[in-house]
């Protein structure tokens, strides 16, 4: 393994290679595709946890327990694209790299064997990093450390390398009053309403020159659908209720500012597609360690796993009649240290394809008092015998969060289940 300097460069002696930042703060680590005059095509070349894949180039998520890390297929870059630009910064808002030190690891992407790692050296004030860039010379690929700071942010590295950004308007120049009688009151004028900037695809970070409300990234898509969070509340979390999310969207499961460590219920259902046909599937949870790895699976034919802490409420054989056809609970509280994450599926043990089923959700709920605490509908199916609705994910904080996922698999069994959410976390 090569220990790299700023500005070293290595050929990459693998053709798939994944380079994750591991840091003592969380970290949000993204990756742009380059053409050679050094700029995106489009944003769809701004790859991050909101927009997670483009040609070649992918998001990874640690889960918290893990680093994120930006995965490259060199085979699948497309040929007008030079260089891939792996970016970090710290997950809080305003919080600066001073007194963080990050260390960038580029792996096989295959073997997971360490290939290179990079430290920048004196970092202070800056709020983002090009960490490395993965790039094509003479058509071998190679890899080189930078560790170029920002002090605006995302935001500076994205305009810098062409990320579109809609400009407001310039606020109106405050206006002098017109004269007045001495007696006569004068009523100022109001307040200019703040200038506000953001980027064309709505869901990236906002452009220097202000201060951006302090909502996370990943969840300020949300829809309006109770409860939105409104401007500056941060991520969402359950302190006013309810949250429906859409596909890839995140929740904290956080009340009040700490952690939900109770019983919660993951309730999932369905209806078949074509009255009368009744459709049999088969919820699951498998559960993960810390380096991805398979702890358990619970599901029909094993209903507890992990010493009581995860428990199934048994199969439901036609999908047939309103609320949840199966439940599974789950004690946070009494999961295993090395149980950091929970992947929900459901699976046709029968063959019939998603496309035959309606109303396919899931929801959590506070086992204690039966209120539902976040859903997730899916509204898009394929013709595939599995999917994965939702996953838990523990942080380093010892928080959890729930994200809405909706990605079909080809499996009638969880046994089949196992890899791709592996890979999904």
């Known amino acids: ?22 840091a003592p703060v969380r970290l949000d680590v993204s990756g742009l595709l380059l053409t050679a005059d050094g700029k995106v095509r489009s944003d769809a ?15 990874r998520s640690g889960g918290g327990a893990a680093p994120d890390a930006i995965v490259v297929d060199t085979a699948a870059v497309p040929p007008g694209i030079e260089k891939i630009v792996v970016t970090a910064s710290p997950d809080a808002a305003g919080q600066t790299f001073q007194g963080v030190e990050p260390t960038a690891t580029v792996r096989d992407g295959d073997s997971g064997a360490a290939l290179a790692t990079f430290t920048p050296p004196r970092l202070g004030a800056e709020t983002a990093l090009v960490v490395m860039e993965i790039y094509r010379r003479n058509g071998v690929w190679k890899v080189r450390a930078v560790g170029q700071g920002y002090a605006n942010g995302l935001a500076g590295i994205a305009t810098d390398f062409g990320v579109s950004v809609d400009e407001e308007p310039a606020a109106p120049a405050p206006q002098a009053p017109a004269p007045q009688a001495p007696a006569a009151p004068v009523t100022p004028p109001p307040a200019p309403p703040a200038p506000t900037r953001a980027y064309a695809n709505s869901t990236a970070p906002t452009q220097p020159g202000f201060t951006p409300p302090a909502v996370d990234p990943r969840t300020a898509a949300a829809p309006p659908a109770p409860p939105a969070p409104p401007a500056g509340s941060g991520k969402i979390n359950l302190d006013k209720g309810r949250v429906n999310l859409q596909k890839n969207q995140t929740v904290s499961l956080v009340k009040g500012g700490r952690p939900l460590l109770s019983q919660v219920k993951m309730g999932l259902g369905w209806e078949p597609a074509y009255r009368g046909k009744d459709i049999d599937l088969d919820a699951s949870v498998i559960a993960y360690g810390p380096q991805r ?43 295993p240290a090395d149980a950091t994450g929970l992947v929900f599926t459901v699976n046709s ?30 509204t898009t199916a394929e013709p595939q015998t599995g999917v994965m609705m939702a996953k838990l994910i523990r942080q380093y904080s010892g928080e959890w969060e729930m994200t809405a996922m909706g990605d079909f698999v080809k499996s009638r069994t969880v046994r089949g289940m196992v890899k791709p959410a592996a890979q999904a976390l």
Do not use: W
């Open 349 to 378: 043990f029968s063959g019939q394809k998603f496309t035959e089923v309606a109303k396919a959700y899931c929801r959590l709920l506070d086992a204690a008092t039966g209120e539902e605490l976040v859903r997730f509908d899916l």
């Open 1 to 22: 393994m090569t220990a790299m300097t700023p500005g070293s460069n290595i050929p990459l002696s693998a053709p798939r290679v994944a380079v994750d930042v591991a």
């Open 45 to 59: 070349d701004f790859i991050f946890y909101n927009q997670p894949s483009g040609p070649g180039v992918t998001y």
């Open 293 to 335: 790895n398979h702890l358990d699976s619970c599901y029909f034919g094993k209903l507890t796993i992990l010493n009581g802490s995860v428990k199934h409420s048994g199969d439901n054989l036609t999908g047939e009649g309103a609320g949840d056809d199966e439940v599974i609970t789950v004690d946070l509280g009494r999961l």
